[in-house]
């Protein structure tokens, strides 16, 4: 059904220019007949956000994604946070009600989704999380909703890993390690799931990997590299020579955007039409 009702959604950050959002909402919504449906990229230097809260209601945005720099400090400036965002402690949704802005994080939603597709269950396990940064957060949370046994974080900063660690304490049993610790090396020994919350491999630095023996990890443990671009990032080709499972970015992208439009939209967004603009956008990067 074509709507001809004009809607207006974006994306806040800085920089922006490298989003692939205003493609793939852009697509979606084209799909589903919103042809008046505009997605903008909207560039916002730190010190100007408040400022652009207020024009996303002045302007009567339905909706904006939220990028970094901004997923923390904008839950100062919005009216409610979802309880998910508020355990993690960012936000990258944000949905206008009438004036009424609300903060979500899609992140939990996309993580988890992706680990069903894949038929891979954390209730039990015990998950290896390298990295804790901002996606980790929202990962540690999903595991912990899906009451995994374990979670061991290892990272290069232990003193962040260690924080990170005690913010979610009461949530589940969560230790943090040096990456590079013997400690750790033994706790890669047990792991059911291994998962790269860092950029190490991100494209261009495609020779980079997490400074992980992936020969430590039991037979048939499960390898996830969060990172979407390349499609396969060195760490997850070692592990595929080594026989392990494996899982790349893109669902939990193509996921949390789902979720997003089902926010904004009250639907649920065409997924091949989805999937395909963000393949095409990201083979022409
Ligand atoms: P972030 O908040 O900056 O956190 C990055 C983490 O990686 C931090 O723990 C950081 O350690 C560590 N790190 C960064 N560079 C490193 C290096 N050279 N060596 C060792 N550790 C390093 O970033 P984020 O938002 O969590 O995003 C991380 C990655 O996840 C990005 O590649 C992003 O594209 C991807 N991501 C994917 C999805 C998806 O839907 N598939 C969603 C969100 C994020 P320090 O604290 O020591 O700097």
Redesign the pocket.
Known sequence: MISSEIKNFGILGYPVVHSLSPQMYKAAFEAAGFVNYNYIPLQVHTGKLFMAVEAIKGLDFRGVNVT?PH?TTIMNYLDAVDSDALVIGAV?TVVNDGGMLTGYNT?VA??LA?LAEANFLPEDCHAVV?????????ILWGLCKRRAEFITIG???LQ??QALAKDFMNQGAVEAFD?LSDEFKEMLQTADILI?????G?FPNVD?M??IDLKLLPEGAFVYD????PAETKLLKTAKELGFPTL?????????GKEAYRLYTGQIPDMEVMERTLKETLSKK
């Open positions: 970094i997923k990258n992140d996309g993580f992706a390298l990295g804790a940064g901002g996606a980790a957060r929202a990272a290069r900063n962040k890993a990456w790269n919350t860092t950029p190490l991100m980079d997490p400074p969060i990172i979407y671009n790349n970015g893109l669902s939990m992208l193509l996921l949390q």
